[in-house]
């Protein structure tokens, strides 16, 4: 299934009809017959893989319709989509979802937002409650098209201030990029979920709908309504994964975080969590110190093997990095965090979702 055909055959899958897995425009038909999926589930969708293999996860119609239920309270109720995200993941398609769950019609445009398209696109949408999502990369290409106060291109700023609420998800949004959607007089609600927990279900550290969090060993769990029914055949990752107790049903999302004055604060990956010298260090911590650096918003922190050491963090970015300052970003995390290598490329290579192809960028670093 795929574009404008995910439309219509999720609106029939929510209504108790056959399953939907969206695909991409580029990805290759699959062979064989449908495969069979269990009678609750109404969806199946792709992860983006980009830390390692994706996976399918196989959602019900009434987790979809949870999260669109709670998305819709803690928005102010139901509104117009517009739709900027691919329709084969799970942004996405919430976007779809809530439109169906709304009674509108979301306006489509390309995910790549040419200016002018967007502009367009948002002239169209006519409910009173505008509302989208967007991952950071492309809020951050329109801010920069308008320029300081929209100088540059006034009706892209205008067009971004059109919207009642702007969710912002996939990945974590850079301080610089928050600070600046707050100096252009945006409406930004950062969200928090993945495709297992039928998309964002925290926003600005919030649980929205029936949605419960809860830290176990600096793991962020995470259960509801909106949860999925698994992964598609792999018993044994869903397992891993999904665990039922007394009080409920709980989803080991792999982040690490904490509650902090009742807001979940998410500080990396399990994953990513390295042993330097003895010590560890949080590379998704060391990462949002070298982004809030200038020039350094889309930079990439990587585990390198460091001999006697063990691993240490290196940087991947496409702009030059001052030593000096990189030293100071990192120093309150100790001298095991300081990166022992900086590489300079043409672009960070992206997934469609947005995210860095974390998996393409090891093997850029493993060639040196």
Known sequence: MRGPDVLGALRDALAGGDAVHPLADDAPEPAGPPREVPQRVALVVGTSGSSGAPKRVALSADALLASAAAAEGALGGPGGWLLALPAHYIAGINVLTRSIAAGTEPVAVDPHLDPDAFVAAVARLEHPLALTSLVPAQLGRLLDVAGPAGADRPDVLAALRRFDRILIGGQRMPDALAAAADDAGLAIT???????????????????????????????????????????????????????????????????????????????????????????????????????????????????????????????????????????????????????????????????????????????????
Do not use: M
Request: hydrophobic residues 40%; glycine residues 14%.
């Open 190 to 368: 950062r969200t928090y979920g993945s495709s297992e927990t039928g998309g964002g279900c925290v926003y600005d550290g919030a649980p929205i709908g029936d949605t419960r969090v809860r830290i176990r060993g600096d793991e962020v769990e995470l259960a509801g309504s909106v949860l999925a029914e698994g992964y598609l055949d792999d018993r044994v990752r869903t397992a891993d994964r999904f665990t039922d107790e007394a009080g409920g049903r709980w989803y080991r999302t792999g982040d690490t975080g904490a509650v902090v004055d009742g807001r979940l604060v998410v500080t990396g990956r399990l994953d990513d969590v390295i042993i330097s010298g003895g010590l560890k260090v949080a590379l998704g911590e060391v990462e949002r110190r070298v982004r809030a650096l200038p020039g350094q918003a889309d930079a990439v922190v990587l585990p390198v093997d460091n001999g006697a050491w063990g691993r240490a963090p290196a940087v991947v970015t496409t702009a030059p990095v001052d030593d000096a300052a990189l030293r100071a970003a990192t120093a309150p995390l100790g001298p095991q965090a300081r990166p022992v290598a900086v590489h300079v490329v043409d672009a960070i290579p992206l997934l469609d979702s947005g995210k860095p192809d974390r998996v393409a960028l090891r093997a850029l670093v493993a060639r040196g």
